[in-house]
């Protein structure tokens, strides 16, 4: 009798394990995961830092197998981004599709009252925050910051600084130099980041203030000249760290970095985040994307959750504070 209980003992022990197997291979298969191609939005024109950072990161995605279905980039940046930005607002609940972020994501809603705001959306991460950099052609005699700077203040109105869109991070950048350092520029927009390097390498501007990753192929060619990074701190990479900050240069303590960020539509699901959140992190982590920080000139800060939509309220309050001392509010 004490045999045929031991035995039925081990066929509840075998079968409560087998139970246990098969609840956890249920529970691997119930991760979510994308069931059809990833739209991949850029709020912003071919060539600029978003657009080549999202082309970048779609096939490391690719290449580590980090997800079942590929993520397909694509450009709307009418209205200054609005255009991706509605289209993502208007996607509430489809965890097919993604967003990257600058900080248009903030300054196109105050600077044309578009209805949109980044609440709209579904915090995803930060991947890295972008440097911005005071450009002039390399063939220009302007071999430091004061030098310009001189040349600006003597001819109020008739240097041009080209940029990013009207009132969007370069005009604000542009308004801050005004106001710190008493000068007058003639700001004029274009469309993307690519083309604002294209503009000063053909001598149609005479400066920039264009992310690192817009410039760095016209720099290492010779046809760009970096006079200061704006930031409290020099870079630390190597194709960088011999640029000086703008204290340095002119003894005034200016910074202004930008968000390059994830976001999906609003009303998805938690499991459906965890996908992106855990992807993003994996591609912070290939060789290949500390490469590309490295090369672009990029600051690494990967952020996500609490503290990501913390910093994202900070970040939003001070650009609405720039923008207004600047008259770029709508």
Same mark, same amino acid.
């Given at each position: 009798?004490?045999?045929?209980?031991?035995?039925?003992?081990?066929?509840?022990?075998?079968?409560?394990?087998?139970?246990?197997?098969?609840?956890?291979?249920?529970?691997?298969?119930?991760?979510?995961?994308?069931?059809?191609?990833?739209?991949?939005?850029?709020?912003?024109?071919?060539?600029?830092?978003?657009d080549v950072m999202a082309?970048?990161?779609?096939?490391?995605?690719?290449?580590?197998?980090?997800?079942?279905?590929?993520?397909?980039?694509?450009?709307?940046?009418?209205?200054?981004?609005?255009?991706?930005?509605?289209?993502?607002?208007?996607?509430?609940?489809?965890?097919?599709?993604?967003?990257?972020?600058?900080?248009?994501? &903030?300054?196109?809603?105050?600077?044309?009252?578009?209805? &949109?705001?980044?609440?709209?959306?579904?915090?995803?991460?930060?991947?890295?925050?972008?440097?911005?950099?005071?450009?002039?052609?390399?063939?220009?005699?302007?071999?430091?910051?004061?030098?310009?700077?001189?040349?600006?203040?003597?001819?109020p109105g008739k240097f041009?600084?080209?940029?990013?869109?009207?009132?969007?991070?370069?005009?604000?950048?542009?308004?801050?130099?005004?106001?710190? &350092?008493?000068?007058?520029?003639?700001?004029?927009?274009?469309?993307?980041?690519?083309?604002?390097?294209?503009?000063?390498?053909?001598?149609?501007?005479?400066?920039?203030?264009?992310?690192?990753?817009?410039?760095?192929?016209?720099?290492?060619?010779?046809?760009?000249?970096?006079?200061?990074?704006?930031?409290?701190?020099?870079?630390?990479?190597?194709?960088?760290?011999?640029?000086?900050?703008?204290?340095?240069?002119?003894?005034?303590?200016?910074?202004?970095?930008?968000?390059?960020?994830?976001?999906?539509?609003?009303?998805?699901?938690?499991?459906?985040?965890?996908f992106y959140v855990n992807?993003?992190?994996?591609?912070?982590?290939?060789?290949?994307?500390?490469?590309?920080?490295?090369?672009?000139?990029?600051?690494?800060?990967?952020?996500?959750?609490?503290?990501?939509?913390?910093?994202?309220?900070?970040?939003?309050?001070?650009?609405?504070?720039?923008?207004?001392?600047?008259?770029?509010?709508?």
């Amino acid at each position: 009798m004490s045999k045929r209980f031991s035995g039925l003992k081990i066929l509840m022990v075998v079968a409560c394990s087998l139970a246990l197997v098969i609840t956890s291979i249920g529970t691997a298969k119930a991760a979510w995961e994308p069931k059809m191609p990833v739209e991949f939005i850029i709020p912003a024109g071919a060539g600029g830092g978003a657009d080549v950072m999202a082309r970048f990161i779609a096939p490391i995605i690719s290449k580590h197998k980090l997800s079942p279905k590929p993520f397909v980039v694509i450009n709307k940046s009418a209205g200054a981004g609005a255009e991706g930005f509605m289209y993502v607002k208007g996607q509430k609940g489809n965890p097919h599709v993604i967003i990257i972020t600058l900080d248009n994501l &903030f300054t196109t809603p105050l600077a044309t009252g578009v209805p &949109f705001n980044w609440r709209d959306m579904t915090p995803v991460a930060r991947m890295a925050l972008d440097y911005f950099i005071l450009w002039v052609n390399a063939e220009d005699p302007y071999k430091t910051v004061p030098e310009y700077f001189d040349a600006v203040k003597k001819t109020p109105g008739k240097f041009t600084m080209g940029g990013t869109g009207a009132k969007q991070e370069d005009q604000i950048i542009t308004v801050l130099l005004e106001q710190q &350092f008493g000068l007058k520029f003639n700001y004029v927009p274009f469309k993307g980041g690519g083309t604002v390097a294209v503009e000063l390498v053909g001598k149609h501007v005479n400066s920039t203030v264009n992310n690192p990753a817009e410039a760095v192929s016209h720099m290492k060619a010779g046809r760009l000249r970096a006079l200061a990074v704006i930031d409290h701190e020099r870079m630390p990479l190597p194709d960088w760290k011999q640029v000086p900050t703008m204290k340095e240069a002119t003894g005034k303590d200016i910074s202004y970095l930008m968000l390059r960020g994830i976001f999906m539509a609003p009303g998805v699901k938690q499991e459906e985040i965890d996908f992106y959140v855990n992807v993003m992190k994996k591609v912070s982590e290939t060789p290949e994307w500390k490469k590309y920080v490295e090369d672009m000139g990029l600051k690494a800060a990967f952020l996500t959750g609490a503290d990501y939509v913390k910093w994202l309220e900070a970040k939003e309050k001070e650009t609405k504070e720039l923008m207004a001392s600047g008259g770029l509010l709508k």
